[in-house]
């Protein structure tokens, strides 16, 4: 009977809401949107560094959280390259998608993290600042309960002492949960010393850590993207 219900309902009942309205297209979707990142012109050049996400992915689909720390100066694609991730990844029993951004000025405190959750929840979730970090992490860890979860952070060098303080506090959290933290940061906006500078440093030193440094593109990847 309960199955006969589930195929009468279809997308309108609650079984197929839970299951894929609400953890897999619209919520990866909104993830998407939160990046920037032209669509006009295919992603070339990047290979390896694409492989090198994907190879993360599927340690913590083994179940070993890792974080990987994406950098450059501004415009090398490093938007570009966690958005065709996150694309590649949009599946009904793929891993959650989640993603937020620093902006140059945040109007709340913790703004990447309340963009991802708003991005899941498709309204702007009801929690007051001081309390958000342990929401986030118990929102995370209860999610990742049913599938691995991929999160996305861009422009960290934007990132406020306490997104920073939350980051670190998750890189820390991923040692028992399925969770892929995607980091981006330009390389050239790093003040020695600084909150950001601590982040990266201790982040760097944790095991499961990896680093993708994006370099002007090779000669080839040139052709390919002028072809």
Known sequence: ???????????DGAWWHERIAGESFPAAARAL???????????????????GLHEALERVKRGTGGTMLVSGPAGIGKSRLLHDFLEDLMAPDGPLL???????????????FREALQGYLGAEPDVPG??????????????AQAR????????VQRASEASLALLEALTHAIETLPLLLVVTWRSDEVEA????????????????????PLAPL??????????
């Open 148 to 155: 691995p979860v991929v999160l996305g952070i861009e422009d």
């Open 33 to 51: 949107r939160r990046l920037r990142g032209s669509r006009d012109a295919p992603l070339v050049g990047r290979d390896a560094q694409m492989a």
């Open 98 to 112: 989640l993603a937020g951004r620093c902006p140059a000025e945040a109007v709340q405190v913790h703004h990447p």
């Open 1 to 11: 009977d309960a199955l006969r219900d589930v195929l009468r309902e279809r997308e």
């Open 218 to 227: 090779e000669r080839e990847g040139i052709e390919e993207f002028l072809i």
């Open 130 to 143: 001081d309390d958000l970090p342990a929401y986030f992490k118990t929102f995370l860890a209860d999610r």
């Open 193 to 212: 010393g600084s909150a950001l500078h601590t982040f990266l440093t201790n982040t760097a030193a944790r095991p499961g850590t990896g680093s993708i």
